[in-house]
């Protein structure tokens, strides 16, 4: 009789190479964290940070009870607030749309030159934070609701021209097809064809925007570019803690409100 033999194998889930370059890479990064660690540590001063829980329990001593008769001096730098965020993402949807269709595959009508125009101006707009724009504006233009309205709108033109290229690239190409089986012009292939589908998440897009830029324009102040963020300049300037109080929860309530505001028009819209 013939025997057979069986060769039992232990299943592994890793081979012992990969084993190795996890191992490997583990290390780096623990090499990598001690490395950056000891540079942002390099200049700290311990005793103010031992200090610090003392320091914090000081302010939030201070920054109670709240100075709730500062409530009227703010209403209108909160309006101010709101309209730029508003204006703002006016301006900046308008500006992102013919970006998006100049960075979409297809409906670009020159791949090699503008498409890669296009996609840098959406990086360039995502790369600046809104406070770096308004600081620039700020110096350029003056301080006030102006800079502030031009450094929310530049800086919603990445985000919404991301979004929306790429809800125009992923559209049915069928429906398209149709539409220019019928001999349709390229215009009415646009019309007919891509922006049926694309309005639904045209609105989403903005109404999250708007939603964003609310959070944004509430600190553009602090540079100058106008809004509630000055009376918080200003109150930091004087130590009035009470008015901060006063002021952060205002900011809070308003961001709350708007995040529910944007959640319902989604909603709805989508």
């Known amino acids: 009789m013939t025997e057979i033999s069986h060769h039992s ?26 490395w950056c660690w ?16 003392r320091q914090a329990a000081d302010i939030a001593g201070r920054m109670v009870p709240p100075r709730w008769s500062y409530l009227g001096e703010l209403w209108l ?19 992102a749309v013919p970006v998006a269709f100049l960075a979409a595959r297809n409906t670009t009508p020159s791949a ?11 990086v360039a707009s995502r790369s600046i934070n809104s406070l770096i724009w308004a600081l620039l504006l700020v110096a350029i233009i003056g301080p006030g609701l102006l ?13 919404v021209g991301k979004l929306l290229y790429e809800a125009i690239e992923e559209t049915d190409q069928s429906q398209i097809e149709a539409i220019e089986a019928t001999g349709a012009s390229p215009a009415q292939v646009l019309n007919y064809g891509i922006v049926p589908q694309i309005m639904p998440a045209f609105w989403g897009i903005t109404v999250f925007r708007w939603d964003i830029n609310i959070r944004e324009s509430t600190i553009l102040g602090l540079v100058g570019a106008g809004g509630i963020g000055l009376k918080l300049q200003a109150s930091l300037n004087v130590l009035a ?10 900011i809070l309530a308003t961001v709350v409100i708007s995040e529910w505001v944007s959640a319902r028009m989604r909603h709805a819209i989508i």
């Open 112 to 122: 090699r030159f503008l498409r890669p125009v296009a996609l840098f101006v959406i």
């Open 77 to 95: 730098p909160l309006w101010d607030t709101i309209n730029i965020a508003t204006l703002g993402t006016i301006g900046g949807v308008i500006m």
């Open 241 to 250: 803690w009470s008015q901060v109080t006063v002021i952060l929860l205002l």
């Open 147 to 159: 800079a502030g309205i031009v450094a929310i709108a530049l800086r919603s033109i990445g985000f």
């Open 9 to 34: 194998q232990v299943w592994s889930h890793r081979t012992p190479r990969t084993r190795l370059f996890m191992w490997v890479g583990w290390l780096a990064l623990v090499a990598l964290f001690v």
């Open 38 to 53: 000891q540079i942002m540590t390099r200049d700290t001063i311990w005793f103010f940070v031992a200090d610090a829980p």
